[in-house]
């Protein structure tokens, strides 16, 4: 039988969001320390909102390019399972973040054409995991969460030495067809399940999460 698929949802801002994505049943759950973005948390406010979270769910701790600073307060809030650099770290940073705090560490890397795929395993040789996300236009201001897809027929059948998530887009309605053409068996959704940006919809968290099994069932 295939392996389920796991679930990250990305982007959570409350104690009660972070509850509906346990219970909907999200393997991994993501906090954004980003200012920029309409999804920041604060890092007082993370150890309260992260307070309930069910043994087994990942918490996740997304930065972009942060510093040694930033991550010490972020890591010393003792919240987090995983690091997520969304950024333009190199595979060099990636390895000292990795040694200096002791956590996992997931790479996320943007994807528009096939000459992007050049540098994936570069990283995979330093990572834990990889994020495969959509590359952002030139003028975005954010580098995930656009809501934005990429052709997911330039992964398709790729595997590389670590684990993967697929990220960009994704929503409840498109997540099926996503895993049957990638075959993902991770997946990041972050404003595919929102009423607005920086605010979860409960039902759509649920949604996405069923079809994203029901797309393993299927491909069993």
């Known amino acids: ?53 069910p043994e087994g769910i990942a918490r996740v701790a997304l930065t972009v390019d942060a510093d040694d600073e930033t991550l010490d307060a972020i890591v010393g809030l003792e919240r987090f399972d995983l690091l997520q650099l969304h950024g333009a770290e190199t595979p060099e940073r990636v390895a000292q973040v990795k040694s200096r705090y002791g956590l996992p560490v997931m790479k996320a890397l943007g994807i528009a054409e096939p000459r992007h795929l050049g540098v994936i395993d570069s990283y995979a040789a330093v990572a834990d995991q990889l994020l495969i996300d959509a590359r952002p236009p030139r003028d975005a201001t954010l580098p995930g969460g656009n809501g934005l897809a990429f052709d997911w027929r330039l992964i398709a059948g790729q595997d590389w030495d670590v684990p993967w998530m697929l990220a960009g887009g994704l929503t409840p309605e498109n997540v099926g067809e996503a895993i049957r053409l990638t075959g ?35 491909d069993a």
């Open 184 to 218: 993902a068996r991770q997946v990041d959704v972050s404003s595919g399940v929102e009423e607005r940006p920086g605010k979860k919809d409960l039902a759509r968290m649920a949604a996405f999460v069923r079809a994203a099994h029901a797309a393993a069932v299927a």
């Open 1 to 53: 039988m295939t392996e389920d698929v796991r679930v990250k949802i990305c982007g959570l801002r409350s104690r009660a969001e972070v509850r509906a994505a346990a219970e909907a049943g999200a393997s991994y759950v993501g906090l954004v320390f980003f200012p920029p973005s309409p999804r920041n948390m604060t890092i007082p406010d993370a150890r309260w909102t992260l307070e309930d979270v």
